[in-house]
């Protein structure tokens, strides 16, 4: 669906405002020249009054300042991978891409990267890689998203268990705020306003320059898959991972449906079917690998407790990269196998995991949708894929099955969304998770950091009153 | 000095509203039987209306409705250790002692602490360790500040280069809000509201309840002292310690003058005259002492390069806890000797921690004052104390000096408060420290959050339009 925006005032202003900018091709107003701007991953689509390629901070500041002034929407893109519907211009307004602000500055001595807003994730990574370096937060989609679309969404990724999210790594970075000031905030900053940034979707202020911690590049890790005649067996060896005291860097569940996707894909995948599937990854801090070692064999020995149909640790960096890639493309894989998909990303404590994956399960036998899901075992992070079927129009009942999952979600105390933040897609659902102090207190902060409320308006708040 | 409250009608009203706890014997309104609470580590002392023990979170919330409702001014109070003036009432109104709500329970499996927010610091600690489990923010008052106090101010501590600050160590709380709410709050909670309120000095929210994470106990620590000719060689040490890699647990400066105290508090203390001294723990995680052994080895081999007068490994428990008990004696000590002082903590870099004691050493050369300084060398952490001296009043020359101590602080990047806070005594500096867009950015938050201004009013901003 693409929405309208019917906002010819701004539209006019807006090309008033932006006409250098025209000039140098980087303002753009017919979205027939850029289609892939009016979506995000979630596929749905809203026009903006206008798109600009932004170039610089000043620059930023300025169009927060005549944004503000005008009244007009104002909405940062990153790469739009995003699940939520955060960089869509749900009320129009201008779009403002950060993609060609990617400047990555490694200080190997520091072990630092300062970065543009829109540093693309595996870039950072692999700059990082080239001084013996390593930036941990990989979510799937690392290499298309961009830093500040992380920062936004406090993204986490396969590692997240072990070394973090997002929030984790960001030292400090330079804010442009509601009222067009400028400023540098860090995690000294009084009353937490570095953490009171990550995670707002984009709705207090914009992220023009990150510094991110690195940390040593660590050993080089073991990758190990096993396959399962039931689900139930895969929840079972999760927990007793986590029970022994175990720390995968990278520890993934995918349900049969999901393997499936994978191996219809990419049918020379290396991935075996099955009802489950655990894909796990063992690292060690420097260049000491036996503790990597160490604990493949533990996972191995727990695997083997439980019949595995297929367990492998993987002989080279060949069928590692085949491994990885698989579980890499999955997301891709589910929307390309199920033309289209709505992807919801609930959590519960690992403990309550297996409950979760069962009820996905019988979600899919009683409702009669083609559902499927994959995640990160080790946080209790479950990506719930409701596929679209070719000439029928289950809309509505794929909404239905999506309440009824954000009900078990909550009833099993988990929260509704593990790193892909409010947006649009579950806003209408916040008041479910947050008590009514909760939710109030977050339309105050804001409403008072952004009185005019142009910053990504109408996400994460069903209304702001 | 002490200032009186001229609010008769807040009284009044509070007479009227606080009858039952009277007769309790929990509510107060002539100070002269409770001195102590008018006043606290700063010496400075202020008036207010009345005086509660406070019990319950449901009597808090009540509390805070009716101090909202009748524009009273609401302080909270731990133990009033604070060196900032946090808990004075600088405008009259509400006293609310948290003392009575100490509750702590242990959880071993979870290794958690859930406590009430007048908890006492060092209660925690004995209550952990009773289950071989530790808590290891430790600021010097732990053994009387309370835990709502320390997460007010977000305390650090002796081990904090080592093992953090307060905030690292809180998994969730629960908060009354301004306006009356109560609300639990974790580091999940959407916009940052955990980080937003630990550190916020009681002007945003209070918290009734605190679940703090506990780590396993550290083996038996080794302590060392190392005493130099001069200043400059203790500050070689630190830098050689810090940047060979070695973390100690704890790595505590002193000068002369705080030595000098010392020795003349208590002369068995151990601690031999000299420009300078260091006192160092190390410990490792677990039984395993190794690590702590093979740190302390490489501490004194650090040390012996500098000609140190004094340089001894503690041989057993009773020397330790004597060198222990002089650091932690050491603000007492000071006190005592200088007949008064005034406490100020700034934070520099590590880096530019030498440069800091050279200035305190010649600030009071020049300025004819009796300032020594001590703190946590391994962050940075310096606590100055401006001396009192019977028969003068050099208020007024203190004042000066402390104003050029903050600009050298500033001058060298550092933070006008390592972990006190703002409260009354820094509040006129605070423009100094932080840029116009951050300091508006913070009063707008504590506007928006507390309209009509009512907590712990007057403190961290001169003023707030």
């Not at 595995?308 to 990885?324: F, G, H, M, N, Q």
Request: hydrophobic letters at 40%; a negative charge.
């Amino acid at each position: 669906m693409t929405m309208p925006s019917e906002n010819i005032n701004h539209a006019t202003k807006l090309k008033e405002a932006l006409r250098s900018a025209q000039a140098d091709g980087r303002a753009f107003f017919d979205f027939a020249e850029h289609p892939e701007y009016i979506k995000d991953a979630t596929e749905i689509s809203f026009l903006p009054d206008a798109l600009l390629f932004a170039e610089s901070e000043p620059e930023l500041i300025d169009i927060v300042r005549f944004c503000k002034a005008n009244d007009i929407p104002l909405i940062l893109r990153g790469a739009g991978t995003g699940y939520s519907g955060g960089a869509l211009a749900v009320k129009g307004g201008l779009l403002v891409s950060i993609e060609r602000m990617n400047q990555i500055d490694i200080d190997s001595k520091s072990k630092t990267a300062t970065v543009g807003p829109g540093a693309i994730t595996g870039d950072i990574l692999e700059a990082a890689q080239n001084s013996n370096l390593f930036y941990p937060p990989d979510p799937a989609s690392y290499l298309d998203s961009t830093i500040a679309g992380n920062l936004a969404e406090n993204a986490g990724g396969l590692r997240c268990k072990k070394y973090g999210v997002t929030k984790d790594y960001v030292i400090s970075c330079r804010i442009i705020t509601a009222d067009g000031q400028v400023k540098a905030i860090d995690a000294g900053s009084p009353f937490g306003q570095l953490d009171l940034m990550i995670g707002s979707e984009g709705t207090l202020a914009i992220f023009t320059e990150i510094k991110l911690r690195l940390i040593d590049h660590p050993c080089e890790g073991k990758t190990i898959v096993a396959v399962f005649d039931k689900a139930s067996d895969a929840a079972m060896v999760v927990a007793d991972i986590i029970s022994a005291g175990i720390v995968p860097s990278i520890m993934e569940f995918m349900d049969r449906d999901a393997i499936n996707c994978s191996n219809q894909f990419d049918p020379d995948n290396g991935i075996d079917e099955g009802a489950a599937l655990l894909l796990f990854e063992t690292d060690a801090t420097g260049s000491d690998s036996q503790q990597a070692s160490a604990e493949a064999d533990q996972i191995i020995t727990i695997c083997n407790k439980y019949h595995p149909t297929l367990l492998r640790l993987a002989e080279d960096e060949s069928e590692k990269r085949k491994l990885w890639s698989a579980r890499r493309n999955l997301s891709n894989a589910v929307k390309h196998v199920g033309q289209g998909k709505l992807s919801e990303d609930v959590c519960v404590l690992p403990s309550r995991f297996p409950e979760l994956i069962a009820f996905v399960e019988q979600l899919s036998e009683t409702s009669g949708l083609r559902i499927n899901c994959f995640g990160h075992a080790g946080d209790g992070n479950l990506h719930v894929n409701f596929l679209g079927q070719p000439g029928t129009d289950n809309g509505p009942m794929i909404e239905r099955a999506v309440v009824r999952l954000f009900e078990k979600t909550l009833e099993l105390g988990g929260t509704l969304t593990g790193e892909h933040g409010i947006g649009i897609t579950k806003k209408d659902f916040i008041e479910k998770e947050f008590d009514i102090p909760t939710l109030n207190f977050m339309k105050r902060l804001k409403t008072c950091l952004d009185p005019s409320n142009f910053l990504n308006p109408d996400k994460i708040f069903p209304t702001l009153s």
